[in-house]
């Protein structure tokens, strides 16, 4: 029977459907915040600011003491674009969607994915809560570590997600796999690295995970006079003078003194906040650095973190491991990230356009035709943006 020529449609969904199938980090986060983008003709750097949670104190007695509602909101910015551009052929035309699909459509779909997964796994560096074993195999026992984080952070049940470098699984997959056989689960795999669900994760295979290298560091680094409440650096002496690259975006560390306190009773839970460098940072002739950090330091009232703020001369404690890269995985609730596209413009006076959305992916498709070669240039867009909303619902693995 003589194929039918595919329509730009058929094509885009197609295309739609493979890119998603690859996309397991970004397939597992939040992308409800797509339908605020979805209008005719988004421009590059819309900005949507989302709101988070509000946060109050509590009172102890019976007088009223009210409390004003400060809202806060971090901004999610759709301002990347990626796509992949083809020339399709007459024939190509003329093949059937499966055959189109396996030699043009997936090989395309693949790289595209791979990009924009990359891309968004940079958000790594915004998570201050890790387990950390650099130079060690990955182990079932820190998974339960990052489970408890997140269930200190009161980090909702459902929507967990624990994904792992290629190294991670090799390490866990044998000590796990009496627990990935779970029938229900397996008959409805629908991404490519899913491996099952224990623990109150779903388990993922990725191999686009980035290596971190930590910083250089040196010396016997402390805090360099008080730390004023609200403040997102420190202030540090002491460390080796003149390095470049003392401390990375992505170093985590805790500051001696300083404790983590519940989320809502405000107590100390006697364990050491962690705080993660959000720049690179060098250390003067004198052995000073500035850290930008995250979280901010806040020591009261309704969002609270700390015990108390760091004191002078506070060791500053870090993984071994200085100068050395270590993988990355993550266990994480969908909250902590998002992930949107934009609907892009449909252009008009070409061969064919057409545009559609999958599980709060926009993709669309604009082919032309070239008369001098019969063929079809024809290009595949997304228009996307990321950001991490609450890290405090993911939790790094930091292992060989």
């Known amino acids: 029977m003589t194929n039918s020529i595919l329509t730009a449609t058929a094509v885009t969904r197609e295309a739609l459907r493979v890119l998603h199938q690859k996309l397991n980090f970004v397939g597992t986060i939040t992308r409800e915040y797509d339908d605020s983008f979805a209008r005719q003709g988004a421009k590059v ?47 190509d035309l003329t093949m059937n969607l499966d055959d189109f699909s396996e030699r043009i459509i997936e090989p395309a779909m693949s790289v595209l994915a791979a990009n924009i997964e990359a891309d968004a796994m940079s958000m790594y560096r915004d998570v201050y809560n890790q387990v950390s074993n650099p130079g060690q195999a990955a182990s079932f026992a820190s ?168 004191a002078d001369n506070a060791a500053l404690g870090f993984p071994s491991g200085a100068g050395n890269a270590h993988g990355v995985s993550m266990a994480y609730q969908k909250g902590a990230f998002a992930f949107a596209t934009a609907d892009m413009i449909m252009p008009r006076g070409v061969d064919f356009a057409s545009r559609e959305v999958f599980d709060g992916v926009s993709m669309r498709i604009v082919r032309q035709y070239d008369i001098n070669s019969d063929k079809f240039p024809c290009r595949l867009d997304v228009l996307y943006g990321f950001k991490t909303i609450r890290p405090q619902l993911a939790c790094r693995l930091a292992n060989n």
């Open 45 to 91: 750097g819309d900005t949507l600011k989302v709101r988070l949670p509000n946060q109050y104190t509590v009172r102890t007695g019976a007088a009223l003491a009210a409390q004003d509602t400060v809202e806060s909101s971090v901004e999610l910015k759709v301002q990347t674009q990626k796509g992949v551009d083809l020339n399709f052929t007459s024939v």
């Open 143 to 310: 998974v339960l570590q990052a489970r408890k984080i997140l269930v200190d952070n009161l980090a909702p049940l459902n929507g967990r997600t624990c994904n792992l470098n290629t190294q991670d699984n090799v390490d866990l997959v044998d000590a796990l796999k009496g627990l990935f056989n779970d029938k229900a689960t397996i008959s409805k795999q629908n991404r490519e690295g899913f491996m099952g669900r224990t623990a109150g994760f779903d388990f993922m295979e990725n191999t686009l995970w980035p290596a971190h290298t930590q910083g250089v560091r040196g010396g016997t680094p402390l805090t360099n006079g008080a730390t004023a409440d609200g403040a997102t650096s420190i202030a540090v002496d002491g460390a080796t003078a003149s390095v470049t690259g003392w401390i990375k975006a992505g170093d985590v560390f805790t500051i001696a003194g300083v404790f983590r306190v519940h989320p809502e009773t405000k107590q100390s839970t006697g364990v050491l906040q962690q705080f993660v460098a959000t720049a690179d940072a060098n250390s003067t002739a004198g052995g000073a650095v500035t850290i930008q950090i995250s979280p901010a330091i806040v020591t009261s009232g309704a969002r609270q973190n700390v015990s108390n703020a760091p």
